[in-house]
């Protein structure tokens, strides 16, 4: 804080099994707190929001005018192009990944091949459960006025009926045509989130991505 950053970003630890980090915490050589939430709400956030920097995100705390733009791309599930060896890129209805060997993608340009590695067909519902994901991860929430416009006026009936019971109990919040997580149920967006895109494909809808193309 004596810096004063205008952008901070905070990641909690996460242990991946068989990995030297896992076999240190299972042999108690090193210790990885239990209380990471209660950490993360009464310490980092508290301190953060107390020296003038918002959460606008999940694990993202800015100062006015400083919310990071690249990240918001993400966030709003926008195209993106990646160059390059390994590369990643996504422009609806498509995603794919380039070739990950350098050599190898300069061979396959110099041949004049496509570079790309891999590639899946996404399907319209799955670009909304991706949105609903990514999306409610920010303070702002999703705007049905934007979803209709990139899915139809029906997504906002059908995400609306997913959404009934979160809002009702308070993990959800809807008002002016938006929907969003109170503040202080941020930290726990990847459950509720996942809780609502389960909502939604036992609606009827089934998810359909993996297409070759």
Not at 18 to 28: C, F, G, K, S, Y
Not at 40 to 48: A, E, G, I, K
Not at 59 to 88: E, K, Q, T, V
């Amino acid at each position: 804080m004596r810096f004063s950053p205008p952008h901070v970003s905070v990641y909690s630890l996460t242990v991946e099994p068989e990995t030297p980090l896992a076999r240190l915490a299972d042999m108690r050589d090193v210790v990885v707190h239990d209380d990471q939430m209660e950490l993360y709400d009464t310490t980092w956030s508290s301190l953060l929001v107390q020296e003038g920097l918002e959460r606008y995100e999940v694990s993202n705390f800015a100062r006015p005018g400083h919310r990071s733009i690249h990240n918001a791309g993400y966030w709003d599930n926008l195209d993106y192009f990646g160059l390059g060896p390994g590369a990643s890129s996504s422009a609806h209805p498509l995603r794919w990944s380039n070739e990950r060997d350098p050599r190898r993608y300069l061979d396959l340009l110099a041949a004049g091949h496509s570079p790309r590695a891999a590639c899946e067909r996404i399907s319209p519902f799955d670009r909304l459960l991706e949105s609903l994901a990514v999306g409610l991860r920010t303070r702002d929430g999703l705007a049905f006025a934007k979803l209709g416009r990139r899915f139809g006026p029906a997504c906002e009936t059908l995400v609306t009926r997913a959404a009934e019971t979160y809002v009702r109990e308070g993990f959800l919040s809807l008002d002016d045509g938006r929907l969003h997580l109170p503040a202080r149920h941020l930290p726990r967006a990847d459950r509720i989130i996942t809780e609502l895109v389960r909502s939604l494909v036992a609606a009827g809808q089934q998810p359909t991505s993996g297409t070759s193309c």
